[in-house]
């Protein structure tokens, strides 16, 4: 079955230090996604991304983060200077297309630690 | 979107049926009910959606009454690797719409 791969699993960066998480989502899937969950928190929505530009973004998704798909396979989330509350698993989910019961499939995540 | 409520947790032991119950009362016409699955450290994972009576797939059922303002996810025959936490979401799933997690029901299944 197809899956959303995420590298790497576990990114430790000093804080203000730029970072850039990777994911390949599953071919032929046209919406991304970007969530994150802090440890013991709700898994919290950052950015949906469709037809090479941002849909939706939330409160958290501030001008340290930004969004891109360089080629037709990866999707990366990077954030220019990053602080301590930043630290947290990072998801990435794509979708197929525009039928309306389809589901966003998950990738693993990266454990992003700021020190 | 539609606020979900569903337990904090719910224990059983391997072999039980485990059925978790969310209450969703103000679903709208449009709105599709999916449920996830999330292990420690890892991405929730799909595994049910449904929009009304009932569906089933190869690990699970979900059924859903005429009103819709419920949604009952059962699994049969639980085994220790069923322990997670499953969340039931409620929305839209066209286009980019976004998905609303809450704090979801922790399965415990012993034996």
């Known amino acids: 079955e197809p899956e959303v791969t995420q590298t790497p699993s576990h990114q430790v960066t000093q804080m203000g230090q730029e970072v850039i998480l990777r994911c390949v989502p599953i071919s032929n899937h046209l919406y991304f996604y970007w969530y994150r969950q802090i440890l013991g928190q709700k898994v919290e929505f950052l950015v949906s991304?469709?037809?090479?530009?941002?849909?939706?973004k939330s409160e958290i998704f501030d001008d340290q983060f930004s969004v891109e798909r360089p080629d037709g396979s990866n999707f990366t989330l990077k954030i220019r200077s990053t602080k301590l509350e930043d630290s947290a698993m990072y998801f990435c989910?794509?979708?197929?297309?525009?039928?309306?019961?389809?589901?966003?499939?998950f990738g693993d995540g990266t454990r992003l630690s700021i020190l | 979107l539609a606020k979900t409520t569903q337990p904090i947790s719910m224990d059983s032991y391997e072999g039980q049926e485990v059925n978790i119950t969310c209450s969703h009362n103000?679903?709208?016409?449009?709105?599709?009910i999916t449920w996830y699955q999330q292990f420690p450290s890892q991405g929730p994972r799909f595994i049910i959606q449904?929009?009304?009576t009932k569906v089933t797939n190869e690990v699970a059922s979900l059924f859903i009454p005429a009103d819709r303002k419920s949604s009952t996810l059962s699994l049969p025959r639980v085994s220790l690797s069923d322990t997670a936490v499953y969340y039931c979401?409620?929305?839209?799933?066209?286009?980019?719409?976004?998905?609303?997690f809450g704090t979801g029901t922790q399965l415990k299944v012993e034996l």
């Open positions: 103000n679903i709208a016409t449009n709105d599709y």
């Open positions: 449904g929009y009304k």
């Open positions: 979401l409620v929305g839209e799933t066209g286009g980019g719409n976004k998905l609303t």
């Open positions: 989910a794509s979708r197929g297309g525009d039928t309306i019961n389809q589901p966003q499939h």
């Open positions: 991304f469709y037809n090479n530009e941002i849909s939706e």
